[in-house]
């Protein structure tokens, strides 16, 4: 089991929160409520199960900023994309839209299977390391259509802390140190810009209470990752409307972090989930190795599947938990056998 190294994750922390601080006091900045929420979600393969290998550890805080107003400055970079590509509609064909940003930062963490190995095993997966900060801008239309455009940068290699992140936890808890880190991917700044359209689907129930079913379909591209992506989670419970799923870090069945508390019928909300994701990928830097330097590399599998299944509890606005587990195929050549991710997340308002 690995966690993240607090102190770079509290600086860029306080960095993002500084910015979201900064912004929302900007002038002719107008939101329709004045409560922003936080999450952090922890995907580990160690947590509901022992393992320590592939995509083992994955850090991730945002903060969800509420409706913003129509002469919200932020409103600005919506207008930008959308008439620039055919997104963030504005011409009156939905009756009722919502509007919101995000800021985030994060730190995922890769390693081989065996760590007692220096030099590792060129037949696994290499030793790599990925930190970065990024904004999201998700419009809601007709409470049944959510589009969400998100930029990812950072830095790939020793300047994002993977050695420190696990050989540190390591070293606390007396757990035997990584060996071959000094073999990771190279340092290269990076960055990613997603897009992405979902749906909710009533099946059973008036849309809200009961069952439904949230396809969804997009594309990434960047040189951390380039890829395809379409799938579909189905839902069973209580308040559905507040959100399209819980979110999860890249790449994923996407969730995002949208969570509208004005569709809440009453305090409580619930729901299981099941879903499956596949995707087409041109680009994996952490099998692929670094973009213009030799660095430690794999042949990756082109196509990769997610399932996943999991319980979201949330009580009014105030909180949140997200229990989940997600299979994945096999992402690269040698690979002998699907990974296994566990997610934990809470959130809450301030």
Request: glycine letters at 10%; proline letters at 5%.
């Amino acid at each position: 089991m690995i966690a993240f190294n607090i102190m770079p994750a509290v600086r860029l922390l306080t960095l993002s929160l500084a910015s979201c601080c900064a912004l929302s006091a900007m002038p002719g900045i107008a939101r329709a409520d004045d409560s922003d929420r936080i999450s952090v979600l922890e995907e580990n393969d160690s947590l509901y199960f022992n393992s320590d290998k592939h995509y083992t550890q994955g850090l991730r805080l945002s903060d969800l900023a509420p409706d913003i107003g129509a002469q919200s400055a932020w409103n600005g970079p919506f207008d930008l994309a959308g008439g620039i590509a055919p997104i963030f509609s504005q011409d009156g064909g939905a009756t009722e839209q919502s509007r919101r940003y995000a800021l985030f930062l994060g730190q995922s963490v890769f390693t081989p299977k065996n760590l007692t190995l220096r030099p590792p095993d060129s037949l696994d997966r290499p030793y790599g390391g990925w930190l970065y900060v990024g904004a999201s801008l998700l419009q809601e239309s007709n409470r049944h259509m959510l589009e969400n455009l998100e930029l990812d940068v950072g830095v790939v290699g020793p300047g994002a802390f993977g050695k420190q992140t696990q050989n540190d936890f390591h070293q606390l808890i007396g757990a035997a140190q990584a060996q071959g880190w000094s073999h990771q991917i190279q340092n290269e700044p990076g960055g990613m810009l997603s897009y992405e359209r979902l749906w909710r689907l009533s099946l059973i129930g008036d849309g809200n209470n009961g069952i439904d079913i949230v396809p969804q379909f997009g594309a990434t591209v960047g040189n951390i990752f380039t890829y395809g992506e379409t799938g579909a989670l189905l839902r069973i419970g209580k308040n559905l409307q507040t959100d399209y799923g819980p979110a999860r870090i890249r790449p994923a069945l996407s969730g995002t972090d949208y969570f509208d508390s004005s569709h809440l019928d009453g305090n409580l909300g619930f729901y299981v989930f099941a879903g499956v994701q596949g995707r087409v990928v041109g680009r994996n830097i952490f099998l692929d190795g670094n973009s213009f330097r030799q660095s430690p590399n794999i042949g990756k599998k082109t196509l990769v599947a997610d399932l996943e299944a999991g319980l979201a509890l949330f009580w009014s606005k105030d909180w949140r938990v997200d229990f989940s587990a997600v299979r994945r195929t096999r992402e690269f050549e040698e690979q002998r056998s699907p990974d296994v991710i566990c997610t934990a997340a809470l959130a809450f308002s301030w």
